[in-house]
């Protein structure tokens, strides 16, 4: 025990290894919070033979929330702390392309969150589907805003103001709708709402805060997400106008969120337990092979010499069932997050 340092709680802790948690399908499922997932954050805490602590962050490709909303509810459901210090949401990257764009259009989410996280973020002008559709309520012949969502929405004058990127922050509520606001602008006259494009290809940027086709929640089986809305709205273009639509994914699999979640730990570490010696390996805990899994051994079969190694670990508590093959395979699978966090630990011994 001589050789493990102490946080500046006097606590044991390690500087050789941490881990890296997905939400969906690890911790929490269908808003719930997977009961082993408890235990392990209490052996990370130090119940645990040594009694020592092991740093750890939060990477989820969900949103809708701003990070502090989230990580209460994380506390709340783990019963334990969590910190925006150590959160990344799909959409915490996308704070980085305030400074480009002036106005920008945000899709996604409940009533005004999804602006109100934009805004945090530091955009200046923020649109939403709903002020579009209140401003010309012929927009979206099917969808009629709610008293809340009209009460909330904001009036503008479409003729003039120019939407110059568009976010997808957080899973559609209608398809149907922000499909339909999303195609008007990738079709206008630079990304003047109510102009057609004569050639179709001087509308906006479109960004997606992730790419997960599927995810795991109540349901016994994965349900569609907004990869699978990306998808389509991809697929809907080519079939309006006859050409290819190129969007933006951030979230995992990218390797610019692994790079984000890097300086993260790197920050957490130094901050909260006083260390700043380099790690020697992160443990990826996910369940969606093709987000938690490749984003983890592509991250870590490109890093420089010298770097941490990123392991990943699958678990069969979200989307990855039991009798399926991966498609992108894990260095390890286990039952879930507990058994996850006692291997990483054993392996560490
Ligand atoms: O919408 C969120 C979902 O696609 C995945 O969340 O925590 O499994 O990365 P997570
Ligand atoms: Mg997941």
């Known amino acids: 025990l001589k050789a493990i340092p102490h946080d500046k709680t006097g606590r044991a802790i390690t500087d050789r ?64 702390q969590v910190s925006p210090g150590q959160f990344i949401c799909g959409h915490t990257p996308m704070r980085e392309m305030a400074e480009k ?26 649109v939403t589907p709903g002020d ?47 499909q339909q606001i999303i195609l008007d602008l990738l079709m206008s006259k630079n990304g003047l709402i109510g102009t057609r494009s004569a050639t179709f290809d001087e509308g906006p940027p479109v960004y997606f805060s992730h790419n997960d086709i599927v995810w795991s929640t109540a349901h016994d089986h994965t349900r569609i997400g907004m990869g699978a809305l990306r998808a389509s709205l991809e697929a809907l273009y080519k079939a309006v106008t006859g050409k290819e639509l190129t969007t933006i994914a951030f979230g995992k699999p990218q ?8 300086r993260l730990l790197r920050q957490w570490r130094e901050e909260t337990h006083g260390i700043n010696k380099a790690l020697d390996t992160v443990y990826f805990v996910g369940d969606t092979p093709e987000s938690d899994i490749r984003g983890t051994n592509e991250f870590n079969d490109h890093a420089a010499s010298g770097s941490a190694e990123w392991f990943s670990i699958l678990v069969k508590t979200g989307v990855f069932q039991e009798g399926t093959i991966p498609r992108f395979p894990p260095k390890k699978i286990t039952a879930n997050v507990l058994e996850a966090v006692k291997f990483g630990m054993q392996r560490e011994l």
């Open 17 to 80: 290894y941490a881990f890296a948690f997905d939400i969906d399908g690890v911790l929490i499922r269908g808003g719930r919070v997977i009961p082993e997932a408890i235990e392990a954050m209490k052996v990370l805490n130090g119940e645990n033979e040594l009694g020592m602590k092991v740093p750890y962050i939060f990477v989820t490709n969900g949103g809708g929330k701003t990070e502090e909303e989230r990580c209460n509810d994380l506390s709340r459901q783990l019963e334990l």
């Open 101 to 126: 764009y002036n106005t920008v259009l945000v899709v996604g989410g409940v009533g005004e969150k999804c602006r109100q996280v934009a805004e945090g973020y530091g955009f200046k002008d923020v």
């Open 132 to 178: 579009i559709i209140k401003t010309n309520k012929d927009t979206t012949p099917f969808r009629k805003l709610t008293d809340e969502e009209w009460a909330n929405s904001r009036v503008r004058d479409f003729n003039t103001l120019k939407i110059e990127a568009i976010f997808v922050f957080a899973d559609s509520r209608d398809w149907a709708g922000d």
């Open 255 to 262: 390797r610019g969120t692994f790079e984000f979640a890097t």
